[in-house]
């Protein structure tokens, strides 16, 4: 079966200004998390959607990151304005459920605030 | 409250012998506890899971682990290191409804 798709794999930007990423979950998998792992550091989850709706944005810094899964499938992440220290890997993993055990990751897409 | 320490952030072996990679975990209730491996420019791959099945775990590529309740520990161990085993490998704890809490990561080297 195909796996979690990301785009881009690397992105270069100003500080300042804005990016948006992109994730394609594993067909049928309900559930879809965004983690951000910054060099060095274990991923932390930035937020979690159940179909398309928000289950856990609490590590979100919602003053420049937003996130949205429209449909259910698709979702997108943004950072507007981009910070130095958002320089990190943003990583989409998707499961079948919440509660299913098993997550699948993406390759990540691996962003640079110069 | 969910968190989990990796005991060491770097651990060099030879090939052909074990490979121990420490966990200690903190729950307040029975975890679920994963090992994934992350080779560079890869994505995490999931090694193996425990869920309050058998406390002794097997997962691929030769790698187990064992859950010791009274120990709050998940190590991870391989009988004997390949040169492909050389990755960064992540504790992690699952949170009610699915989130999983990463360790800082243990970095494996393995030399020839």
């Known amino acids: 079966e195909a796996g979690v798709a990301q785009s881009p794999r690397y992105k270069i930007i100003e500080k300042r200004q804005s990016v948006a990423f992109w994730c394609n979950p594993i067909?049928?998998?309900?559930?879809l998390y965004w983690y951000q792992q910054i060099l060095g550091q274990g991923p932390k989850l930035l937020i979690q959607?159940?179909?398309?709706?928000?289950?856990?944005d609490s590590q979100l810094p919602k003053d420049r990151f937003s996130a949205e899964r429209l449909k259910g499938v698709d979702s997108t992440l943004k950072i507007q304005p981009a910070k130095l220290e958002d320089s990190a890997v943003y990583l989409c993993?998707?499961?079948?459920?919440?509660?299913?055990?098993?997550?699948?990751f993406g390759q990540g897409t691996r962003l640079t605030v110069v | 409250a969910q968190s989990v320490t990796q005991l060491d952030s770097h651990v060099s072996v030879s090939e052909g012998t074990p490979v121990l990679l420490r966990c200690n975990y903190s729950?307040?209730?029975?975890?679920?506890l994963f090992w994934y491996v992350q080779h560079p420019n890869k994505g995490l791959q999931l090694l193996l899971k425990?869920?309050?099945?058998?406390?002794l775990v097997k997962g691929i590529n030769g790698f187990e682990a064992e859950f010791k309740k009274s120990e709050t520990s998940f190590h991870l161990t391989k009988p004997s290191a390949h040169m492909s085993d050389a990755a960064e490998y992540f504790c992690?704890?699952?949170?009610?409804?699915?989130?999983?809490?990463f360790g800082q990561g243990t970095e494996l080297s393995v030399k020839p």
């Open positions: 425990y869920t309050s099945a058998a406390t």
């Open positions: 993993a998707s499961s079948l459920t919440a509660s299913d055990t098993e997550a699948f």
């Open positions: 992690v704890v699952s949170r009610l409804g699915g989130k999983l809490i």
């Open positions: 067909s049928g998998h309900a559930t």
């Open positions: 959607f159940q179909n398309n709706g928000v289950v856990d």
């Open positions: 729950s307040s209730y029975s975890p679920s």
